[in-house]
């Protein structure tokens, strides 16, 4: 258990609704990242959350928005859902702000699903 | 354009024998490598890294080695038990603009350890 947490575990909507994944960071952890690995890709980095700001911007749509809350608990918000954002969708969390020494620590993922 | 490629999808290993899982990169800029073992239904977890200033670096049964002529690492696991039977990720990051990293990961080999 890596005590970052995700909910929910599996979600399955229609095309053109919007979802709000939830990640909750390890304890004493600043850091909130997010991934999207598809079925034929590597995780792709989404966005990384720092304290409350953004802090760096991956490959996310613009129909994908998140957020980091004063709990420091974290929101990825994905609207105009298409077929193609199926997809597992990871939270990492990090103490710090990213550096090399900086571990990521992986929540167990959600898994959207698009029909 | 995969700028970190892991070419085997799959390995299968004895028990007790060498695994060694390659990687190979094409951005000359990475500077720090890491390693990260995923068990099904769970996130990635973080394994093992290795700075570009090091050709190798150990952690009990867990080797990463660097060629950085070759743009080549790769991860030994010695004695290769069946516990070890995960998806393996290479992944590596560069420092851009604003102290900022992010991590560019690979597709995974999956390894099975047989008893």
């Known amino acids: 258990d890596s005590g970052v947490t995700q909910t929910p575990k599996h979600l399955i909507t229609a095309t053109g609704q919007r979802v709000t994944l939830r990640c909750s960071p390890r304890?004493?952890?600043?850091?909130v990242y997010w991934y999207q690995q598809s079925l034929d890709q590597g995780l792709q980095f989404l966005i990384q959350?720092?304290?409350?700001?953004?802090?760096a911007k991956g490959n996310i749509l613009e129909r994908f928005s998140a957020q980091q809350f004063p709990d420091l608990h974290s929101e990825l918000n994905l609207s105009s859902l298409e077929l193609g954002d199926s997809a597992l969708y990871f939270c990492?969390?990090?103490?710090?702000?990213?550096?090399?020494?900086?571990?990521?620590?992986f929540g167990p993922g959600t898994r959207l699903t698009v029909l | 354009d995969q700028q970190v490629k892991q070419n085997s999808p799959s390995l299968s290993v004895q028990e007790g024998r060498i695994s060694i899982l390659n990687c190979d990169y094409t951005?000359?800029?990475?500077?720090?490598f890491l390693w990260y073992k995923k068990y099904p239904a769970e996130g990635p977890t973080f394994l093992i890294s290795?700075?570009?200033i090091k050709d190798k670096n150990e952690d009990g049964r867990f080797t990463v080695f660097l060629n950085k002529s070759a743009k080549h690492l790769s991860l030994h696991i010695v004695p290769s038990q069946p516990g070890d039977s995960a998806v393996y990720f290479c992944?590596?990051?560069?420092?851009?603009?604003?102290?900022?990293?992010?991590?560019?990961w690979g597709l995974g080999t999956s390894l099975a350890v047989n008893p």
């Open positions: 959350y720092y304290n409350g700001e953004e802090r």
């Open positions: 990492a969390s990090s103490v710090g702000t990213g550096s090399t020494t900086d571990t990521q620590y």
């Open positions: 951005n000359s800029m990475f500077d720090y």
């Open positions: 304890s004493g952890d600043l850091s």
């Open positions: 290795i700075s570009s």
């Open positions: 992944a590596a990051t560069s420092k851009n603009a604003g102290n900022n990293r992010k991590l560019i």
